[in-house]
């Protein structure tokens, strides 16, 4: 029997569900999703309203390093584009090397990383047939250059709501995917971790206190 691992998304306001019953945000979902699949993993979620990459870099060890995690989902990159509060906006490049940061100090931990690329974002709330801009292109971007570059696994959730039809009525505030949002995003995430979330060849002797 494979061992049990734990897996962590740490991310910001769409990773913890704002605004949605407990426990339907897609993390959630994606571990419901895995255990009907048969894979060992038990999901936590560190995620914050307004959480950015600066903030979890500077507040790394509670947020991932108190998990003592196996596996880390980085999913960030909202608010660093748009911050809360009137902060200023975090220049793409800034956002590159604290991506880059965060995978360095999960990897210190001797756990594996994955990066994802972050939902659709909006200036304004979408409307049928907007033409409200999505800014989150140059940051996704970003994310899919840290993946390709340092040789980690995408999970890349960006297109799923992007390309949706119905996208006012699955991200109707222009920043939070409604609970159907969510499932779309869960189905990709699964879909990703059943390829990714294995136990390294050294897991047992690494994780053996478990």
Do not use: K, W
């Not at 407990?22 to 419901?32: I, K, N, V």
């Not at 790394?60 to 003592?68: A, E, G, I, L």
């Amino acid at each position: 029997m494979l061992p049990r691992m734990r897996l962590l998304f740490v991310g910001d306001s769409v990773t913890a569900g704002f605004r949605l019953v407990d426990g339907t945000a897609y993390p959630h979902l994606a571990a419901d999703r895995l255990a009907d699949r048969g894979l060992a993993v038990d999901v936590l979620v560190d995620a914050l309203d307004g959480a950015d990459t600066g903030y979890v870099l500077r507040r790394f060890d509670r947020m991932v390093t108190s998990h003592d995690p196996d596996f880390v989902v980085v999913a960030l990159g909202l608010n660093d584009a748009r911050p809360p509060q009137g902060r200023t906006p975090v220049p793409v490049e800034r956002f590159r090397s604290n991506l880059a940061a965060l995978v360095d100090r999960v990897l210190s931990l001797g756990a594996r990383c994955a990066v994802q690329t972050p939902t659709p974002r909006f200036d304004e709330p979408v409307a049928a047939a907007s033409t409200t801009r999505d800014c989150m292109s140059p940051y996704v971007a970003a994310v899919r250059e840290t993946a390709r570059a340092l040789r980690l696994p995408l999970i890349d959730v960006y297109p799923v709501l992007l390309s949706e039809p119905r996208l006012e009525t699955l991200v109707p505030d222009g920043v939070h995917p409604t609970a159907a949002g969510h499932e779309l995003l869960a189905d990709v995430v699964t879909q990703e971790l059943l390829a990714i979330v294995r136990p390294a060849p050294s897991a047992s002797n690494q994780r053996a206190r478990r």
